[in-house]
């Protein structure tokens, strides 16, 4: 059986895994630590836990349960002192407290959710993703960098603090993988975040996989405002210090132009302008549009990547290896 | 095999439950809804749902899975807006709002916890358990009664707003049962508010089973100063209508005197007054004195009955049947 080992975190991760996961491969999920926003940023500020959101989004995407123990995991409380939390993200916190290590926490949440594959924190530190802007703007913690409208000005330095070790499982995982797949996801809060802790990088280009890199559809204004996939390359290839890619997977469909319109203010389409480039594979990836009113929450997930059509591009891969 | 059927709410349900487990018996256990103290009641404010924290205990009583799912579900989150909410009461509640019923969210936290025999709650209505005490005095809510150091005085009355009918689930297992158990437990607080709704006395009175009567150890102070055994079913008796019980199960073993000391202030030790009585089974049911520091909160589970000695007598009465 090959096995794939995803690395990023958030939603990206969600769609990748949850279309994998009806393949007969062995999936890992490494997840960026660096999450400190909502439900997560506040469960870290008040009980010293590490971030559970993007993990509790891998859980859910590999659970083989029954739809209501996924519904229950990403169910939100509405009022009072427990407002905005989600429950799987209590879950993973009191798991954390009760067995005195996110990892071992990780571990009982995935046996509650009979989850297919694994998820593995990058790192067990507790880190805070930092940026230092081009006019010396310091931003703290990874919410701030994902709300910043300046990144796309340019900015001098992104890092961890305090620069963490990377989990050995990440690592190991890493090596053993015959299908590497970084993205899609938020650059600067969810990729990158992971090629921050030590030892993944040097991993990433000694592993004898084959690498895929899935490219975003959408810019996020402010941050990749008109970035083309030349310009996604490069910026991950700054933290790597080489071009490791075997694949570079593009979505080539379009999305309506209403729907491009209702988006204009939150970015543009990712243009493909390597097409010279034979490691490039261009497919239809677009998720179908559902009749849903296009609330701002919304409105982010309706240009996204259908977990199908990615998981049947990436399994063309993994059938060549 | 045989099935039996207790009734009650909180600590006192836990116990029987927990030594009842072990043996090849039907366990039913019929929950109070009354609750509205700690964690359960800021649920109960905030979110609207019915209260989990008896059915919390009972649950985890049952539960035939790993300590760490007990350990848990009884976790409680120690700071901010999470802090006293026990995780099993998060679960409950949040089950309820995915499901939209609490029986179901009490039956799919039974497959959670692999539960032996089934938790079920004695109403499924929203209800308050008030008290109006003899100088007219109106107490709103079990927390409040609970606290009350009048009740020894006599009160007017104690009902629950609104008259709640039974779950039909509740009154089906009273009439199935070939035992039904009531007690140990708070006498106002968790024994008589099952009693209380409509259609459960009459089915207690109706139901063929053998019933036992399980007396508490020690008397709360300024609820039930001084009782005696007979003074307890006098009390359960005025609700029920007339004397239904087949057997009155006694402690009969002394605790350390320093002990009854220590607890002077709570409470004293309920007298048996009823030697002649046939149905009294004598038996020493304390639990084991652990070496733990006599703190507030443990000093009111320090006398307690012993899981295992309780189900051996209720056990004995079973062979019988």
Same mark, same amino acid.
């Given at each position: ?44 500020? #008040? ?35 427990? %407002? %905005? ?17 996110? #990892? ?81 996801? %938020?650059? /600067? ?45 490069? #910026?991950? /290839? ?27 203010? #939150? ?55």
């Amino acid at each position: 059986m090959k096995k794939i080992v995803v690395i990023g975190g958030g939603t990206g991760n969600f769609t990748v895994l949850k279309g994998l996961k009806n393949y007969d491969v062995d999936l890992s999920a490494i997840v960026s630590m660096a999450d400190d926003g909502g439900s997560t940023g506040i469960l870290r500020d #008040e009980l010293g836990v590490l971030p559970p959101g993007d993990v509790r989004q891998c859980l859910v995407a590999l659970s083989d349960s029954s739809r209501l123990m996924r519904s229950l995991m990403n169910y939100r409380f509405e009022n009072g002192g427990l %407002g %905005g939390h989600s429950f799987g993200n209590l879950l993973l916190s009191a798991l954390e407290k009760v067995t005195g290590s996110f #990892e071992k926490a990780v571990e009982e949440a995935g046996k509650i959710l009979n989850i297919k594959g694994k998820v593995i924190p990058v790192t067990t530190h507790q880190v805070r993703l930092k940026m230092i802007l081009a006019d010396r703007t310091l931003l703290e913690g990874e919410k701030d960098i994902y709300l910043s409208q300046d990144i796309d000005q340019g900015y001098k330095s992104i890092f961890l603090e305090p620069y963490p070790k990377a989990n050995p499982y990440a690592i190991n995982e890493i090596y053993n993988a015959d299908l590497l797949v970084l993205g899609p996801g %938020g650059l /600067h809060t969810s990729l990158i975040p992971n090629l921050l802790v030590d030892g993944v990088v040097d991993a990433l280009r000694s592993s004898q996989a084959k690498k895929t890199f899935v490219v975003n559809l959408m810019n996020r204004k402010g941050q990749t405002t008109s970035f083309k996939v030349s310009d996604y390359l490069k #910026e991950v /290839h700054r933290f790597i210090g080489e071009d490791i890619f075997d694949y570079i997977l593009v979505n080539d469909q379009k999305p309506p132009q209403a729907l491009i319109e209702v988006y204009a203010e #939150e970015g543009d389409l990712v243009e493909n302008d390597l097409t010279d480039d034979s490691r490039i594979i261009l497919a239809p990836l677009l998720g179908e549009l559902k009749g849903v009113p296009a609330t701002d929450f919304i409105k982010r997930n309706l240009i996204r990547h259908d977990p199908k059509k990615l998981a049947q591009e990436l399994m063309k891969i993994v059938h060549h290896l």
